[in-house]
Every structure is written in structure tokens, then in C-alpha cells.
């Protein structure tokens, strides 16, 4: 790309657009790569023209809507599209509700990249449908074209991909609501409308709700009941503070699950438990469920939801990010909570 005077430019194709106002018009008088002739000299001079910017010959450059556009070819996502180039930037956004992952590392490799800026979503990330996942740009006019092959390289060498979105899966879950208080009708459970309020807003069928006292084995025998009857999330509530006769997480193990953790540096919902069962995710919720509009069970069932499995990793970096405000009006997921 180079600057030079209109009266010098006739023949050369232009390396932008030139925008016009004129009785409340606004818009392109001359578009990016039409080839100014004699008589446009006069126009651009009504413009302000008296200088504009063409295209080198072998300079190995690249315009920022043919590298938004290449960029966005490196980086596809099934579930979502990209829309433009609009104003030198490519979008990307949700075709689906489901869990979005970046690969971080990655995006911090391309943003690396001289003249690339690549904006994103958090990592895991529960996003709607026609949600704006990630923008992509370069920050000149031009650049060298040489960054964006280094770009397609790094997304192409990359096996996992920059970014993903895992739709979230129809799941059959069963509820096991724990404690004799609830078991003998002297206090009225508050669990069960909480979870079945927060289970309505993904693909979910709730194929039984069990009530069981302070019993081992009664409370793995309901378990075992909704897993015959097809369960493949089992949801515990009650019983999981660290007290003696909290014996939730006992049953659990007797049902032969691995637990991930039971304990999580998150707040609320603290002494979250998860496990699984072979293929069956199973969570343990805490009391603060009851009381609380946004816990650790909501950050953890859009991974559930999406298929991810749940690792010890993941739970240990919740810890930043891991504590509520607890604001006035609750805006999650749109806050720092739960966010790794």
C-alpha cells in the first residue's frame, strides 16, 4: 500500500473505500479495489482527495477484510457462523445453546501475532442461541500477509481447534433428596422445586424424585432405582457438610461412582460434590442452593449439560473467579463468578 496524489493514481485500484456525505447520504463513492480513471480526479477533489491509498505491486500485502475473512476460515465452529467483513472485523455467533471452550492457549498465540486481535468469550461459557461468541481483526488497514499464513499454520497444526461449541445434550436425571427432617414430613423439602426450576432451562427429563432419611443404604438404593429407570445425571441434595451423620457422600461411594471432588474453592456451594458412575454425572448440592439464586451448581450443570467432563483440574482453577458478589440483582452468567 502506498500514498500518493490522485492526479498520479489514475490506473491503480484502491486499498479502500472512500466515503461520501452529501444531502444526508452516507456510504462508499468509490469501494476498495475500484481502479480510478481520469475522470474521477475531479470527485475525489470534491471529496478531499487530494491524496489516496493504492495498492504495491509484489509488496505482500493484505487488506483487513481479506484477512478477517481468512482468519475466520482458519478457526470454523460447528453449532455457529461468522457474519461480514463489517468495518474490517469478523463475528462469530451461537446457532445453538450449548457451552462454549476456547482453546487458550492457542488465542493468546495468534494475538501474539503482529497485526492480529482476536476477542473472545470466556472459556466455558454458557451461551444462547445468536449469542456473539468471538470477533477477529487486524488492527491496520493493511498487513503483511506473511501474518496471516503464520496465523493458518498455528490453527492448522492445532489439533483441538480455536474454538468450540458443545451443544448441550438431552440428559434423563434422577433426584435423591436426603435428611430424616424432610424424610418424616417435619420440615417441607425446599430442594426439589429449586432443581427441577433450574434443571426446566436445559434438555432435561427428571425421571424420578426420591425422599430418603439419613440412610446409607436406602439413599444407593434410589439411586440405583432412577438409574434402572434410565437416569444418566443423578442429582443428591441434603447430607454434605463435613458433620458425622452427613452420610450423602458415603452412599455415593457405596454405588461404586469415582468421586471427583467433595469440596470445591468456589462460594456458594462450597462442599459441591461430583462424581460419576461410569458415564453417569452425579453432583452433590449443598444447602446454599436453597437460599441463593446462583451457586456452584449452576456453573457446573451447563458441563453436565455438554457433555465435558468434569476433572479435579477444572474444579481447582475455579478458585479464581470462585466467589460470589452476591449483587443485589443476580446477572450470571454474565459476571465473574465461575469463570476458569
Not at 509484489?58 to 470454523?76: F, K, Q, S, T
Not at 468471538?134 to 489439533?159: G, H, K, W, Y
Not at 453436565?304 to 473467579?321: A, C, H, N, Q, T
Amino acid at each position: 500500500m502506498k500514498k500518493i496524489e490522485v492526479e498520479r493514481a489514475v490506473g491503480m485500484e484502491l486499498c479502500h473505500d472512500i466515503t461520501a456525505m452529501k444531502d444526508g447520504f452516507k456510504g462508499a463513492a468509490f469501494r476498495r479495489g475500484h481502479v480510478i480513471r481520469e475522470e474521477d480526479i475531479p470527485a475525489l477533489l470534491d471529496l478531499g482527495k487530494r491524496t489516496v491509498f493504492v495498492w504495491e505491486a509484489n509488496a505482500g500485502e493484505i487488506h483487513e477484510e481479506d484477512a478477517a475473512l481468512r482468519m475466520a476460515a482458519a478457526a470454523p465452529v460447528q453449532g455457529a457462523h461468522y457474519i461480514g467483513p463489517s468495518e474490517g472485523k469478523m463475528q462469530l455467533i451461537a446457532d445453538v445453546r450449548g457451552m462454549f471452550r476456547v482453546n487458550t492457549d492457542l488465542l493468546a498465540r495468534l494475538n501474539a501475532i503482529g497485526d492480529l486481535t482476536i476477542a473472545s468469550l470466556p472459556d466455558h461459557y454458557p451461551v444462547e442461541k445468536g449469542k456473539a461468541l468471538a470477533s477477529m481483526r487486524i488492527v491496520p488497514l493493511v498487513t503483511q500477509e506473511e501474518q496471516i499464513l503464520q496465523a493458518e499454520a498455528l490453527c492448522r497444526d492445532d489439533n483441538e481447534g480455536l474454538f468450540d461449541l458443545r451443544p448441550y445434550r438431552h440428559r434423563k436425571a434422577g433426584i435423591v433428596i436426603t435428611g430424616s427432617e424432610v424424610y418424616t414430613g417435619r420440615v417441607k423439602d425446599r430442594f426439589e422445586p429449586v432443581v427441577r426450576e433450574k434443571l426446566a432451562a436445559y434438555p432435561c427429563d427428571i425421571v424420578g424424585v426420591s425422599l430418603c432419611d439419613d440412610d446409607e443404604a436406602m439413599i444407593r438404593d434410589a439411586a440405583r432405582t432412577h438409574i434402572d429407570a434410565g437416569a444418566d445425571f443423578l442429582i443428591f441434595t441434603g447430607g454434605m457438610s463435613v458433620d458425622p451423620d452427613d452420610i450423602t457422600p458415603s452412599a455415593v461411594r457405596s454405588l461404586g461412582a469415582e468421586i471427583i471432588s467433595h469440596g470445591v474453592p468456589s462460594q456458594p456451594g462450597n462442599m459441591t460434590l461430583v462424581a460419576y458412575l461410569g458415564d453417569i454425572a452425579i453432583l452433590g448440592v449443598p444447602g446454599a442452593a436453597i437460599h441463593l439464586p446462583t451457586t456452584v451448581f449452576d456453573v457446573l450443570l451447563p458441563h453436565v449439560f455438554s457433555g465435558d467432563k468434569i476433572e479435579r483440574s477444572d474444579l481447582i482453577r475455579l478458585g479464581e473467579g470462585g466467589l460470589c458478589q452476591l449483587c443485589p440483582v443476580c446477572h450470571f452468567p454474565n459476571c465473574t463468578f465461575g469463570r476458569y
